[in-house]
C-alpha cells in the first residue's frame, strides 16, 4: 500500500472514530509500532488462525454464523483473512477498546432511528422523486457506459474508460449443447430386470455420468451451489451391494462436472487470458479421460467389463479429476483473475511437495496458465508495453492520454503514478522481483518515449519449479534497461552539468551573478507586485548574465523568473500544514496583497524530457524555496552594507557629536554579523556539504531511482538544515530580517538630515533646533496627527536594538532547545555559538553542551 493510501485510510479511521489526535501523528505512531515488531511479525499460519477462531468462538452468542462465515470466506481464498482475524482477535482482548467501539455503534443506530423518526407520509411523495431521479440518473449512466459513441462533446480529459466486453456463453444460449448433464433422462426404471442385468445396466450408466449424461438408474441432482459438487439419486431398487459399488465411482462424476462447468465459463473473453489457458488445459485433461471412457466403453462391449473392475480402472484417474476439480472449484469460488490464479496454483505445487505424481499435474497446469502471463511480462521487461485489456498483469497504467498531450509539469507524477504495481494481482512467485519488473518497464518506456532505440538478448521466460530461471532473465533485463536509461540521463542528456547551472543560480553559486542582478533590479524589487513589469525583470536578468561569469554556462537560458503569489514564510507553512487541522485556513486564502517584489520573486528552470523526471515541479520548488530565503538574506546583507558605506561619513564629525552614533553603528554591525553568519551557515556549512554527499552518491548509482532518491534526500536536508521546515525557527529568523529592513529604512530616511546638521551645511537656526533636543527626532504622521510626542533617534536606536535582540535571543534558544531530544539538527550549533559569541551582550557559555 501507498504512503498517501495508508495516510488517507489514518484519516478516515481518526474522523470516524471521532479522534482528537492528527493523522500524520497517529500515522507516524503506527508506522514505529510496526517497525519495531517486525520481528515477532504475526504469522497467518492455518494453526495460528484455527486457534484465534476458536478463541473468538467463546466469546460469541452465536458461534455457528462466525464459522459458516469464515468457512466461507476461507473456501473463497480472500485475501488477508488470517491478519482480518487476527484483528478481531485483539479487538475482544481489548475492553476498553469494545467498550468504545460498542458506545459508537448503538451512537450510530440512535442517530439511524432518529432519522427514521422523521420521516412522515407527508415525506413520502419528495422520497418517491428522489428516487425516480436516482434511478433515471443510474440508467443514464449506465447507458453511456455501454455505449461509449453515443456520448458526445467530451474532450480528451473526459474520455469514457472502455469496460471489458462480455460475451454471452453459448451454453446460455444452447443449453443442450452442455456436456454438464444438460439431457434428459435416457429411460426409466424396470423393477422385472434381474440383478445380473441391473450391473450392466449400472455400468452403461456410469460410462454417461463419467461423461456428463444421465442415466436411467442414476440421476444427477439439482445443483445448489453453481461451484459446488454435483450430487446423484441412486435408485432405491437397485441392491445394496451395487449401490455401494456406485457410490464409490461417483465421485469421478461429481469431479467432471465441476471441471465441464469452470471449462465452459472460463473459456469466455471476460474472465482473462490466465483463465482462458488454463480451461483449455483442463479441456485437454477431460479429452483424456473421454478416451479413458471410450476404452472402458470397448471393455464393456466386449463383456470383459463388470462393476469391481470398473472401479479398479477407475482409480487410475480419480486423483488427477480430483485434484483438478479442487483446483477449478477454488479459482471459481475465490472469482480469481490473472496473477491470483497463478498464486492459487503454486501454492498447490508447492503443497504437494512428495506426492510427485500430483505435483507434476499442477506443474502442467501451472506451465500452461502461465504462458499469456509471461508473454505480457516479456513485453513489460523487454519493450515497456503493456498488452492487458482484463486487468490480469501485476502492472497497470494509470494514463488515458498520451504524454504529449499532459500540462507541461506532468512529469512531477510521472514517474510515480503512471505505472503502479496492484499487489492483488502478483503471482507469489514473483513478488521477489515485483519492484525490478516495474522498474525494467518503466526505464524502457522513458527510453522509447525519448526515441532511442534499445537492443537486448530477448529470452522466452517460462515457469519452472526452480525460480533460477525467471529470476535470471528479470534480472538481466532489468539491468540492461536501467544501464541505457542511466546513460542517456547522465551522458546524453548531461545531467550533471543541469544540475551544477541550477545550483549556479538557485544555490548563489554564481556570486558575481547574483551580486549584478541585485544591482540593475534595486528599484524593481522595492516595488509592489501590482506596479512591476516581469517583462523588465526577464530583461534585467538577461543582462546580468551576460556581464557575469554565467555567460559560459550552456544552459542559462533555460533560467527564467517567476512572481508567486505568497511570501516565503506562508508558503513554507502552507506546505506544512498539510494533514493538519490548519490545512483548511490555508487553502482558504488565496493571495497576499501588497507584497514587495523582493518577497515574491523566485527563479524558475525550463527542463526537458527525461530530465523533468529528476528536475520535476517538486524539486524546482524545493530549490525556489531555498533561493528565495537565500536571496532575501542577501538583499538585507546588501541593505546593511549600504548603511554601513553611508555612515564612514561620520568618521569627519567631532568625536563629541559622533558618540550620539555610536549605538546605532553598533546594531548595525550586529545585525550584519548575524545575517552573514545566517548566510554563511545555510551556504557553506550545509550546501556545500551536502552538495558534495550528492555527487559522491551520483557518480554510484546503478539507476534512475537512486538518483531520484539521492536528489530528494540532497533537498530535503538543506531545507531541514537551512531550518526551513522548523516553523517556529523560520518564523523568527524572518522576524530578524524584517527588524533588518525596517533599521535601514529609518537610517536611510535620517540620513542626510544628521549628516547635514553635523557638517553644519544646514543653516544656523535649523542647526540648533537639532542640537537643542540633543538627538535627532524621528516623526511618524500619526504621532503629528495626535499630537504626541516623537521618539527621539537615541530612543529609536534603542527600541530597535531592545527588538532586535530579544529575537536574536528568541532565535539561539530555540536552536537550543531543538537540540535537547536529538541529535539531528546538529549542524545548528555552529551558528549559534558563532552567532552568540561575535553579538555583544549575549554570554556563549548559556549555550555551551
Not at 498531450?405 to 507469489?428: G, T
Not at 546580468?544 to 537560458?557: E, F, G
Not at 488565496?590 to 520535476?616: D, R
Request: charged share 25%; proline share 4%; with cysteine.
Amino acid at each position: 500500500m501507498s504512503e498517501f493510501a495508508l495516510q488517507h485510510l489514518v484519516s478516515e479511521l481518526v474522523e470516524i472514530l471521532g479522534g482528537k489526535h492528527p493523522p500524520d501523528k497517529v500515522l507516524e505512531i503506527l508506522q514505529k509500532s510496526i517497525s519495531k515488531n517486525t520481528e515477532n511479525a504475526y504469522t497467518s499460519s492455518q494453526i495460528a488462525v484455527q486457534t484465534q477462531v476458536q478463541q473468538i468462538v467463546e466469546n460469541l452468542e452465536d458461534p455457528q454464523l462466525f464459522l459458516s462465515m469464515f468457512e466461507d470466506l476461507k473456501q473463497k481464498n480472500v485475501d488477508n483473512l488470517g491478519p482480518f482475524v487476527n484483528l478481531i482477535h485483539l479487538f475482544l482482548q481489548d475492553p476498553k477498546l469494545k467498550v468504545f467501539l460498542h458506545k459508537k455503534s448503538s451512537s450510530k443506530q440512535e442517530s439511524c432511528s432518529n432519522v427514521k423518526a422523521t420521516i412522515t407520509k407527508d415525506d413520502l411523495p419528495q422520497v418517491r422523486s428522489r428516487l425516480k431521479n436516482a434511478i433515471t440518473k443510474s440508467s443514464k449512466f449506465e447507458g453511456q457506459s455501454q455505449n461509449p459513441s453515443s456520448i458526445s462533446g467530451l474532450n480528451t480529459s473526459t474520455l469514457p474508460v472502455a469496460s471489458t466486453p462480455t460475451v454471452v456463453s453459448w451454453v446460455q444460449r444452447r443449453p443442450n449443447m452442455s456436456w454438464d448433464f444438460s439431457c434428459t433422462n435416457l429411460g426409466s426404471y424396470n423393477a422385472t430386470v434381474p440383478v445380473i442385468s441391473q450391473e450392466n445396466i449400472l455400468i452403461d450408466d456410469l460410462l454417461n455420468i463419467m461423461i456428463g449424461l444421465p442415466g436411467c438408474y442414476i440421476e444427477p441432482e439439482e445443483l445448489k451451489d453453481p461451484y459446488g459438487p454435483r450430487t446423484f439419486k441412486i435408485n432405491d431398487n437397485v441392491p445394496l451391494h451395487l449401490k455401494e459399488l456406485v457410490k464409490q465411482i461417483l465421485p469421478i462424476a461429481s469431479h467432471y462436472s465441476i471441471i465441464q462447468r469452470f471449462i465452459e465459463e472460463k473459456m469466455r473473453f471476460e474472465f482473462g487470458q490466465v483463465n482462458n489457458a488454463l480451461a483449455e488445459k483442463m479441456a485437454a485433461i477431460i479429452k483424456e479421460h473421454t478416451l479413458f471412457v471410450v476404452q472402458l466403453e470397448s471393455e464393456y462391449r466386449a463383456e470383459n467389463l463388470d462393476l469391481q473392475k470398473l472401479w479398479f480402472f477407475v482409480q487410475r484417474n480419480m486423483q488427477t479429476l480430483a485434484v483438478t476439480a479442487n483446483i477449478a472449484s477454488t479459482i471459481s469460488k475465490s472469482d480469481a483473475v490473472g496473477g491470483k490464479v497463478l498464486s492459487l496454483l503454486h501454492d498447490r505445487i508447492t503443497s504437494f511437495i512428495g506426492d510427485d505424481k500430483t505435483q507434476n499435474l499442477c506443474v502442467c497446469l501451472m506451465e500452461a496458465a502461465c504462458v499469456p502471463y509471461m508473454k505480457m511480462l516479456s513485453m513489460w521487461i523487454y519493450h515497456g508495453i503493456i498488452t492487458d485489456p482484463i486487468k490480469e498483469f501485476l502492472i497497470e497504467d494509470n494514463e488515458v492520454v498520451q504524454k504529449e498531450e499532459m500540462p507541461l509539469d506532468y512529469s512531477s507524477d510521472y514517474w510515480d503514478k503512471k505505472y503502479a504495481i496492484r499487489r492483488e494481482r502478483i503471482p507469489k512467485f514473483l513478488e521477489p522481483m515485483a519492484d525490478k519488473i516495474l522498474k525494467a518497464g518503466k526505464y524502457l518506456n522513458v527510453i522509447r518515449q525519448c526515441g532511442k532505440p534499445h537492443k537486448t538478448k530477448i529470452i522466452k521466460i517460462q515457469y519452472k519449479i526452480e525460480e533460477k530461471h525467471y529470476i535470471e532473465a528479470i534480472e538481466k533485463a532489468y539491468v540492461s534497461a536501467s544501464q541505457t536509461l542511466l546513460d542517456l540521463v547522465i551522458k546524453e542528456k548531461d545531467l550533471i552539468g543541469r544540475l551544477k547551472s541550477v545550483k549556479n543560480y538557485f544555490l548563489l553559486e554564481k556570486g558575481d551573478f547574483i551580486i549584478t542582478f541585485l544591482n540593475l533590479t534595486e528599484k524593481e524589487m522595492s516595488k509592489t507586485m501590482g506596479n512591476v513589469i516581469q517583462g523588465r525583470l526577464e530583461a534585467l536578468m538577461d543582462l546580468s548574465l551576460r556581464l557575469s561569469s554565467a555567460i559560459n554556462d550552456p544552459y542559462k537560458d533555460d533560467l527564467q523568473t517567476d512572481l508567486l503569489q505568497h511570501g516565503l514564510q506562508f508558503q513554507m507553512f502552507k506546505i506544512l500544514s498539510i494533514q493538519t487541522s490548519a490545512e483548511q485556513e490555508y487553502r482558504s486564502i488565496q493571495e497576499q496583497k501588497n507584497l514587495l517584489v523582493i518577497e515574491t520573486f523566485a527563479f524558475s528552470y525550463k527542463v526537458h524530457w527525461p530530465l523533468s523526471l529528476i528536475l520535476n515541479k517538486k524539486s524546482l520548488m524545493c530549490y525556489q524555496m531555498i533561493f528565495r530565503h537565500l536571496f532575501y538574506c542577501k538583499h538585507v546583507d546588501r541593505m546593511i552594507c549600504q548603511v554601513w558605506r553611508a555612515n564612514k561619513v561620520a568618521k569627519k564629525f567631532p568625536f563629541e557629536d559622533a558618540q550620539q552614533y555610536r549605538a546605532a553603528f553598533a546594531l548595525r554591525q550586529k545585525m550584519l554579523h548575524c545575517v552573514q553568519n545566517l548566510e554563511y551557515h545555510m551556504m557553506v556549512e550545509v550546501i556545500e556539504p551536502h552538495w558534495c554527499s550528492f555527487m559522491q552518491k551520483i557518480a554510484k548509482v546503478n539507476n534512475v531511482d537512486e538518483i531520484l532518491f539521492c536528489h530528494s534526500d540532497f533537498l530535503d536536508s538543506c531545507l531541514k538544515d537551512c531550518m526551513l521546515t522548523i516553523p517556529h525557527i523560520l518564523a523568527t529568523i524572518i522576524k530578524i530580517l524584517s527588524i533588518c529592513v525596517e533599521f535601514c529604512k529609518f537610517i536611510q530616511r535620517t540620513q542626510r538630515y544628521f549628516v547635514e546638521a553635523e557638517l553644519g551645511s544646514l543653516p544656523n537656526s535649523m542647526f540648533e533646533s537639532y542640537t537643542a533636543q540633543t538627538d535627532l527626532v524621528f516623526h511618524h504622521p500619526s504621532q503629528i496627527a495626535s499630537g504626541q510626542s516623537a521618539p527621539s533617534f537615541k530612543e529609536k536606536i534603542s527600541e530597535f536594538d531592545a527588538e532586535f535582540t530579544s529575537a536574536l535571543l528568541s532565535l539561539l534558544d530555540q536552536i537550543n532547545e531543538l537540540n535537547k531530544d536529538t541529535r539531528e539538527h546538529d549542524r545548528l550549533f555552529n551558528l549559534l555559538y558563532r552567532i552568540a559569541y561575535v553579538c555583544p551582550g549575549i554570554d556563549p557559555t548559556n549555550y555551551l553542551i
